[in-house]
Each structure stands twice: as C-alpha cells, then as structure tokens.
C-alpha cells in the first residue's frame, strides 16, 4: 500500500516562507505526475502546483513568482517552497501523486492526508 505522508505545514506571518515535503513510502518503481493542491475553509479544492517526471513544471496563476515545486526521484518526494506568503494562501495543502509504479501494481490518484498552512496579518 503506498502513502503520501506531507509535513512542514505551520504558522507563519503575512511574508514569510514555509516549505512542504510530501514522501511517498511503499514499494514503489516510480511516480509520474506529482502536485500540491490547497483547500480553505468553505472553498473547494484547487491545484497549486504540478511536476511531472521529468521536472515540467506548472503553478496556479495566484502562486506564480511565489512558490517553486520540486521534487527528488530518488527519495520519492516533492517539495513546496512557498514565498511572500498571503493571508488568502491559508489552507490545508494536500500532495498527490496521479500515478504510482509498484512492484506488483498501478496506484491512481493517490492523496496524502494534508497539512495547514496558516497565515497571519
């Protein structure tokens, strides 16, 4: 069974930074796609940033400058570093991966729990 276990999620004021990990345990060969979607209250879920692969790249236009998504093949884990951090990007921030090689089957559209991101004025 593979999991998506994010941290780095906090506290922070208006301009700060902050930086998420997500890693991906389990038996796994590899990872195509990898992103960071965001939920704040009474607002449906929306992508923050996508990775694929091979290090293409694309954000939400309301994080664009701000954040940078990366992400380590090797350790199976994807990274948010998020800048000049707003009010409006107070959310829970959720990692996903959309398909997950293992050694014994797919995995589709795997989800990791969250972790807040509050920020202050």
């Known amino acids: 069974q593979v999991q998506l276990v994010e941290s780095g999620g906090g506290l922070v004021q208006v301009g700060g930074s902050l930086r998420l990990s997500c890693a991906a345990s389990?038996?796994?060969?590899?990872?195509?796609?990898m992103g960071w979607y965001r939920q704040a209250p009474g607002k449906q879920r929306e992508l923050v940033a996508v990775?694929?692969?091979?290090?293409?790249?694309n954000y939400a236009d309301s994080v664009k400058g701000r954040f940078t998504i990366s992400r380590d093949n090797a350790k199976n884990t994807v990274y948010l570093q998020m800048n000049s951090l707003k009010p409006e990007d107070t959310a829970v921030y959720y990692c996903?991966?959309?398909?997950?090689?293992?050694?014994?089957?797919?995995?589709?559209?795997?989800w990791g729990q969250g972790t807040q991101v509050t920020v202050s004025s």
């Open positions: 996903n991966a959309n398909r997950i090689r293992t050694l014994t089957h797919w995995e589709y559209d795997v």
């Open positions: 389990g038996s796994i060969l590899g990872i195509n796609a």
């Open positions: 990775i694929t692969s091979g290090g293409t790249t």
